[in-house]
Every structure is written in C-alpha cells, then in structure tokens.
C-alpha cells in the first residue's frame, strides 16, 4: 500500500503558474504509476496527467496539454505537476494517485491522496 499527500496549491492569478507536489510513502513507488485528477465545484473529478512507473511515458488530458508537465523523482518518491497559463477553468481540487499493473496510464488507479485546492482569479 502506499500513502500519497499533496502540496503546493494556492491562489494565483490568471496566466501564472503553480507547482504541485505530491509525496509517497508505504511500497516502493518505482512501482507505481502516478496521476493527477481534479475535481471542480459540480462536477466530476477527471484526468488531468498521468506518468509511467520510470517515467518514461506521460499522458495528458486535452484541456492541460501544452500547459503542465508531470514529472517523477524516484529517488524522493515525489511525482510534481507544473501548472502554467493557468485559467479559471483549472479551478479545482487536484487529487494525486497511484495505481501498479498495466492498464492505460488514464485509469485503474486505486490509491488517492486527500487533495490539494488550486484557485485561479481571473
């Protein structure tokens, strides 16, 4: 089992960047697949970034592309997510993840951090 907790969330204005970081404990997390979902005010919580247990593939979803970068650090057992251009729709509470085996890099995954709040003004 592996325990996840995130930080670096915040306020930030529209067009700035933020940088999450989330933290693992438990199982060796070389082993683990690790994601990024969000989960907005009403709605559903949906994938935002994924990255392979070497991390040598990612995955985005549309909305982020281009925008946030996932990368791993296996030697801190820490997965970031760097957030740029940020708009009001990224508003949402950003939720880490973990998950092992080898289903695609946007689902499966079965262990989740509490969360961390990301606001963005416009």
């Known amino acids: 089992q592996v325990q996840l907790v995130e930080s670096g969330g915040g306020l930030v204005q529209a067009g700035g960047s933020l940088s999450l970081s989330c933290a693992a404990s438990?199982?060796?997390?070389?082993?683990?697949?690790m994601g990024w979902f969000r989960q907005a005010p009403g709605k559903e919580r949906e994938f935002v970034a994924a990255i392979s247990s070497s991390g040598g593939r990612t995955s985005y979803a549309d909305s982020v592309e281009g925008r946030f970068t996932i990368l791993r650090d296996n030697a801190k057992n820490t997965v970031f997510l760097q957030m740029n251009f940020l708009n009001a729709e990224d508003t949402a509470v950003y939720y880490c993840a973990a998950r092992t085996g080898m289903a695609p890099l946007t689902t499966g995954y079965n262990y989740w951090g509490q969360g961390t709040q990301v606001t963005v003004s416009s």
């Open positions: 438990g199982r060796p997390f070389s082993r683990y697949v």
